[in-house]
C-alpha cells in the first residue's frame, strides 16, 4: 500500500518512480495501488 501525509499540487513523488521502474506482476501492482487500501480501510 502507498500513501503520504500531503501532496501539493505538482510535487514530486520519488517513491513512484521506483515502481515504475521495477516490472511489476499487474496482480502485485494491484495490490500495491489498491487492493491493500481497500482491504484494510473496509472499502
Do not use: H, T, W
Not at 500531503?6 to 495490490?31: H, M, R, S, T, W
Amino acid at each position: 500500500m502507498f500513501g503520504s501525509d500531503y501532496l501539493a499540487p505538482g510535487q514530486e513523488v520519488p517513491q513512484l518512480a521506483l515502481y515504475c521502474q521495477i516490472e511489476l506482476p499487474d496482480e502485485v501492482q494491484a495490490k500495491i495501488f489498491r487492493d491493500n487500501a481497500r482491504r484494510i480501510l473496509g472499502f
